[in-house]
């Protein structure tokens, strides 16, 4: 007959296993490490705002994510930076490759003669006018969608409107520029002689 103990021994902490990253120790660490990580990604990218932007999204992406447990977090953020490098020239390096397959005009790759470069600047300057005379409200709304990528809903809840009085709104200011380049009159070329 096998004698069973009486009660299980308790379990010893395995000292392998660390306690997982504090908000404030990652924070710590990360600014310590900021300049080496930096100088990682700026040296693998070739760009300093490009290195700048992906020390931004390290920082996001360990930030969102709960601590996990590591032993030299500082070393691993390094490790961390040269792999988002790479993946970073690996994704450049494929958006090349299909844009090497287009067509000039499908790549947007095409010149504009000088007197398309002319009138396009003048639409602008034209939209940019109709733009300014819009009311405050409107012209917000315009830029908040166009520019900042907002929905209409994203859009009405922050500016305590409902989602139909935004899109009266973009109507409005839409119409504006599209009648802003209709309806101006031509511009007659060097060699027209006018009636």
């Not at 120790?25 to 693998?44: K, Y």
């Not at 020239?89 to 090349?96: P, V």
Request: with cysteine.
């Amino acid at each position: 007959m096998v004698d069973l103990p009486s009660s299980p021994e308790p379990r010893q902490p395995d000292p392998s296993v660390t306690e997982p990253v504090q908000p404030d120790a990652f924070l710590r660490t990360f600014l310590a490490r900021r300049e080496q990580m930096e100088a990682v990604l700026r040296r693998r990218v070739g760009c300093r705002a490009t290195a700048a932007d992906l020390l931004q999204e390290l920082f996001l992406r360990f930030w969102r994510r709960p601590g996990a447990p590591l032993e030299d977090l500082g070393s691993y953020l390094i490790r961390s930076a040269h792999n988002l490098a790479i993946d970073h020239l690996r994704s450049e390096g494929a958006r090349t490759r299909s844009e090497a397959g287009l067509l000039p005009e499908q790549r947007g790759d095409f010149s504009l003669s000088p007197d398309a470069a002319l009138e396009a600047g003048s639409d602008l300057r034209r939209v940019d006018a109709a733009l300014r005379a819009l009311p405050a409200r409107t012209r917000h709304i315009f830029l908040l969608n166009r520019i900042h990528g907002q929905t209409y809903g994203q859009i009405a809840r922050s500016m305590a409107l409902s989602q139909s009085a935004v899109e009266k709104h973009m109507m409005r200011a839409l119409q504006a520029c599209k009648a802003s380049v209709v309806d101006t009159p031509a511009v007659p070329s060097h060699g027209s002689v006018a009636p």
